[in-house]
């Protein structure tokens, strides 16, 4: 597996706190993406970040990808209610340009 | 405006009977996919394509089959369903020129 065998993982949070999660990857990947899933909804993209840069900012987004320890971090800055979804974080599996996806972290922002 | 369609968006089927998922994609990509969420779980790849006429098996392709006729459309087909496939499926289209792959909606199987 790309990924280790953990389950889905749920943090709640209080609003306007910050919040960090975490994934590590076993494979080498050019990339990390990072989706947002809203319940009922797709997999959307918030972030992508490639193997030569070391963070990556969009808005009140903050990704980190250290390729040495073959992990990645995603940060949300001043959680908003709206922040509130499903976050998976996935690499490159190496054939036409589809994607391996790790297990995700709930993020649950409380008002 | 980019877009991924699934259909049906629900479906209840018995088992042993035949399914079959459709997807449509205005995106002009070459890629396509087949992926299933299962309730606290990521998404694993079942099949994908890399362009009209072309199908290739994913991680976890047993028990499916896959149809793509077109560039526009993907089609997912389980002959024989079992209650194993009960999940969400999701279709996602792509190509080395883009980002990330874009994905539809979802359609929830339920099979009794």
């Known amino acids: 597996s790309q990924w280790g065998e953990e389950n889905l993982q749920a943090l709640s949070i209080q609003e306007g706190e910050d919040v960090t999660m975490n994934c590590s990857y076993k494979?080498?990947?050019?990339?990390v993406h990072w989706y947002r899933q809203d319940s009922g909804r797709g997999p959307a993209l918030i972030i992508l970040?490639?193997?030569?840069?070391r963070e990556k900012r969009s808005g009140r987004l903050r990704a980190t990808l250290d390729t040495s320890s073959q992990s990645s971090s995603l940060s949300i800055t001043a959680a908003q209610c709206e922040d509130t979804a499903v976050y998976f974080c996935?690499?490159?599996?190496?054939?036409?340009?589809?994607?391996?996806f790790g297990s995700g972290t709930k993020v649950i922002v409380l008002p | 405006e980019a877009a991924v369609t699934q259909s049906p968006r629900n479906k209840v089927a018995v088992t042993g009977g035949k399914v079959t998922l459709s997807c449509n994609q205005t995106?002009?990509?070459?890629?396509m996919y087949w992926y299933r969420q299962d309730t606290g779980h990521g998404l694993r790849l079942i099949h994908y394509?890399?362009?009209?006429?072309?199908?290739e098996k994913g991680d976890i392709p047993d028990g499916y089959k896959a149809s793509r006729p077109s560039q526009e459309n993907f089609s997912l087909i389980l002959e024989l369903a079992t209650p194993s496939q009960t999940s969400v499926y999701f279709c996602?289209?792509?190509?080395?020129?883009?980002?990330?792959?874009?994905f539809g909606e979802g359609t929830r199987l339920s099979v009794l």
């Open positions: 394509s890399y362009g009209a006429g072309s199908t």
């Open positions: 494979t080498y990947t050019t990339v």
């Open positions: 970040i490639r193997s030569n840069e």
């Open positions: 996602a289209s792509g190509d080395a020129c883009n980002q990330a792959p874009l």
């Open positions: 995106n002009n990509h070459n890629n």
């Open positions: 996935a690499t490159d599996a190496g054939f036409a340009s589809a994607l391996t």
